[in-house]
Nanobody
Framework: QVQLVESGGGLVQAGGSLRLSCALSGRPFSAYAMAWFRQAPEKEREFVAAITGSGVYTYYSDSVKGRFTISRDNAKNTVYLAMNSLKPEDTAVYFC??????????????????WGKGTLVTVSS
């Protein structure tokens, strides 16, 4: 059974930074492409960033490109999301997700295999 546990959320002022972490347990970590999604109140869950199992390829939504960086440490079974220049519109619950054996460029919500419970990020203006 794969489990994903996110951490690192909190309250930050606009322009500030946060780093989210997500630890995977239960399976070989490098076999999974990892992604971050977010869901703001009364909005649909949306893709934020993804990284392939090897860590070679990364993908970002246009709304976070240049501000957020996804990375992974396969020795620690952990994926990270470094968020800089945060804006109030980045406020959301951030979810970590895993997809087994995938190295493509698209990460639809419905195609992810496992999800964490989420961590809240609040950006004040």
């Amino acid at each position: 059974q794969v489990q994903l546990v996110e951490s690192g959320g909190g309250l930050v002022q606009a322009g500030g930074s946060l780093r989210l972490s997500c630890a995977l347990s239960g399976r070989p970590f490098s076999a999974y492409a990892m992604a971050w999604f977010r869901q703001a109140p009364e909005k649909e869950r949306e893709f934020v960033a993804a990284i392939t199992g090897s860590g070679v390829y990364t993908y970002y939504s246009d709304s976070v490109k240049g501000r957020f960086t996804i990375s992974r440490d396969n020795a620690k079974n952990t994926v990270y999301l470094a968020m800089n220049s945060l804006k109030p519109e980045d406020t959301a619950v951030y979810f970590c997700a895993a997809r087994a054996g995938y190295s493509g460029t698209k990460y639809p919500v419905g195609h992810m295999d496992y999800w964490g419970k989420g961590t809240l990020v609040t950006v004040s203006s």
